[in-house]
């Protein structure tokens, strides 16, 4: 087949894709961990943790490890440990301890989402298109398309083979990152600093206040969104009742295709849509969905909440991004490495929250709701941004 940039383009979509597999596919399996394994709450939490915490570490090395062995190099290391932890996660708990073959697999699959989160969208931007915040919307809408997919074929594949054979789907999901690995082993990539020119260093990036207003947008970015997504399938079925299978599709599922629908919207639309104001709308949205999901007495409203919460996250993480490259044009691989470990510090903080706020009492509900602090913060400073950006406008017109 001809390698292009368009071939680039697609193989970053399916990064996306191979990332949502990492974060979502062990979350449908926490029930069958707890029940099969005999492993307690406390330590399924422990596995969320671990995974981003494992990615906001691998985050932070990056930012001095990619420019010396190379974007090819590392993004083929990135999917190559993705394919390996979910091999892992199907045959070594049956070697070894279950929690310690589970989070042996997680680790590995975590080092490789990890890289491919701070990769994947600088080899974006590196590729040439007319508008760069349209196409990075449109980007990380594949996260959520493959978190659809992850949680549709799973559901389907549990209902006709049943949940014992859990470990075979693990091996066929690890065929994705395999076969994505090939395409970027040859399909051409461009840094997104020009040749010749300096990216910013990680000194000059903390002296810029601007910069750290984008990093905490990106923490509260990464807990909003994860906070509700890694939770909702077993939020559906112990908070609510239902059971595994209703669980999956109207929690995670229905989560996910919002949220992809709220970032195709952008992608499509994005050249008429202010992206000030609809990041501020759905800060507010997320608020009100985290609160008719914890308060609502009424099962349904609640996943009607989780759902609503997926589409009001959806422009947070890639918002962020795009409003990042076009204020700090010299980032470069340092500042998509510090705003990825910022969300992953975010991705890991969430759900932690929710996790052991869900064993107090009031139970999952209550735990979901202490996460509502995030989209609040997020909301507090996109407000703080839009008055700077206002201030810095109107001394520019003065000149």
């Known amino acids: 087949m001809p390698f292009s940039y368009q071939t680039t383009m697609r193989a ?3 990064g996306y894709i191979v990332q949502a597999i990492i974060n979502n596919f062990a979350p449908l399996l926490f029930l069958t961990f707890q029940n099969s394994y005999r492993i307690p709450l406390e ?12 990615q906001l570490l691998v985050d932070l090395g990056s930012a001095k490890f990619v420019d010396k062995i190379g974007y090819r190099a590392s993004i083929l290391i990135a ?15 049956e070697w070894m301890d279950p929690f310690a073959g589970l989070l042996i697999g997680v680790v590995t699959y975590a080092v490789g989402g990890g890289i491919i989160e701070v990769l ?4 974006m931007e590196g590729c040439p298109t007319d508008n760069k915040e349209k196409a990075m919307s449109l980007l990380h809408s594949f996260y959520c398309w493959g978190h659809v997919g992850v949680v549709l074929l799973s559901t ?4 006709l083979a049943g949940m014992e054979n859990w470990r075979v789907l693990a091996l066929v999901w690890a065929l994705i990152p395999l076969g994505n690995g ?9 840094p997104p600093v020009a040749e010749g020119e300096r990216g910013m260093t990680l000194g000059e990036l903390f002296r810029s206040r601007l910069f750290w207003l984008f990093l905490a947008m990106m923490v509260c970015s990464g807990a909003s969104e994860q906070a509700v997504s890694q939770w909702a399938s077993a939020f559906a079925e112990e908070g609510l009742g239902v059971t595994k299978a209703v669980g999956d599709l109207a929690g995670p599922m229905a989560f996910a295709a919002l949220m992809g629908i709220s970032r195709a919207i952008y992608g499509r639309w994005g050249h008429k849509i202010n992206l000030n104001s609809f990041m501020l709308f759905s800060g507010l949205l997320c608020m009100a969905a985290y609160l008719l999901a914890s308060l609502s007495p009424w099962p349904a409203l609640s996943l009607a909440g989780c759902g609503l919460c997926g589409f009001s996250v959806g422009i947070m993480w ?6 990042a490259s076009a204020s700090l044009r010299a980032g470069g691989t340092a500042m998509f490495a510090l705003l990825a470990l910022g969300g992953d510090l975010g991705c890991s903080a969430g759900p932690t929250l929710v996790g052991f706020a869900s064993s107090l009492p009031g139970g999952m509900k209550a735990g979901i709701l202490t996460a509502i602090v995030f989209p609040a913060v997020m909301t507090a400073c996109l407000l703080l941004q839009r008055k700077k950006s206002r201030a810095g406008e109107a001394s520019a017109s003065r000149e």
């Open 12 to 14: 970053c979509f399916v």
């Open 318 to 323: 890639p918002g962020t991004f795009s409003k």
């Open 120 to 123: 994947i969208s600088p080899i």
């Open 182 to 190: 090939l395409v970027f082993l040859k399909t051409p990539i461009a």
């Open 156 to 159: 389907l594949f549990f209902q």
């Open 79 to 93: 999917h190559g440990a993705a394919a390996a932890g979910l091999v892992f996660l199907a045959v070594l708990p």
């Open 43 to 54: 330590q399924i939490t422990l596995l969320v943790t671990i995974n981003f915490a494992v």
